[in-house]
């Protein structure tokens, strides 16, 4: 399995729910990364796993809490979110993120989300 | 700051014509850099990376340290290079450029 899959596809959301947003990779790989990118924008990154910790927070806002239960899984806790958070989030993979070799990451389709 | 710069929103060209993809950096040391395209519903994906110096799907990037600059070029550009091209610099994170456009035309 060479894919990394998000679900779901699309989230439609109120500002007062509670939803989660999960990522899947079953490469081996050891680091796992979430984006959020906007219309005609290039993605932009929220946080890095790295060997299940996590390493990389870019000053993300807390209704944003990120999970990574195990090496396979990434799992993004969304909470009192706000209209403009709406964008597509993207998660992605790499072997790792420590060496040149380890640097191709590999993104999912991403999941919709619309916050009303 | 390291930054990307990909100062063209839009490159349109006609089937058959050479592309070229503009991409400056700024960073002092020895940078990783890549190019990532996303074509129309699909998900972002690697297209090219200095250090395997390889041409994939016709296309080629030539990292030059001197101009800063890691140009996407083509020869010979075909519809289905239609996409959203990327260039990235790998620091402890993905550096993307704004992106540019290309829409190849019969």
């Known amino acids: 399995d060479t894919e990394v899959t998000q679900t779901p596809k699309h989230l439609v959301m109120g500002m007062t729910n509670k939803k989660s947003l999960k990522c899947e990779q079953h490469m081996g790989h050891r680091a796992m990364y979430w984006y959020k990118q906007k219309a005609k924008k290039p993605p932009e990154l929220m946080f890095v796993y790295s060997y299940e910790k996590l390493s990389i927070n870019e000053s993300v806002p807390s209704r944003f809490s990120p999970e990574c239960p195990n090496s396979s899984l990434l799992n993004l806790h969304l909470h009192a979110l706000q209209p403009e958070d709406s964008a597509l989030y993207l998660c992605?993979?790499?072997?790792?993120?420590?060496?040149?070799?380890?640097?191709?990451?590999?993104f999912g389709p991403g999941t919709r989300l619309t916050v009303t | 700051a390291q930054r990307v710069t990909q100062p063209e929103k839009l490159l349109s060209v006609f089937k058959g014509a050479p592309v070229e993809l503009k991409c400056n950096y700024s960073y002092s040391g020895s940078p990783e850099l890549f190019w990532y395209v996303q074509y129309s519903r699909q998900r972002l994906q690697l297209l090219l990376r200095h250090i395997s110096r390889e041409s994939i799907k016709g296309f080629t990037a030539d990292l030059n340290k001197g101009e800063t600059s890691f140009h996407l070029k083509k020869p010979f550009a075909q519809e289905e290079d239609s996409a959203m091209y990327y260039c990235a610099l790998m620091r402890y994170k993905l550096i993307f450029g704004a992106g540019t456009r290309l829409a190849v035309h019969p």
């Open positions: 992605a993979s790499s072997q790792g993120n420590r060496a040149p070799s380890s640097y191709e990451q590999y």
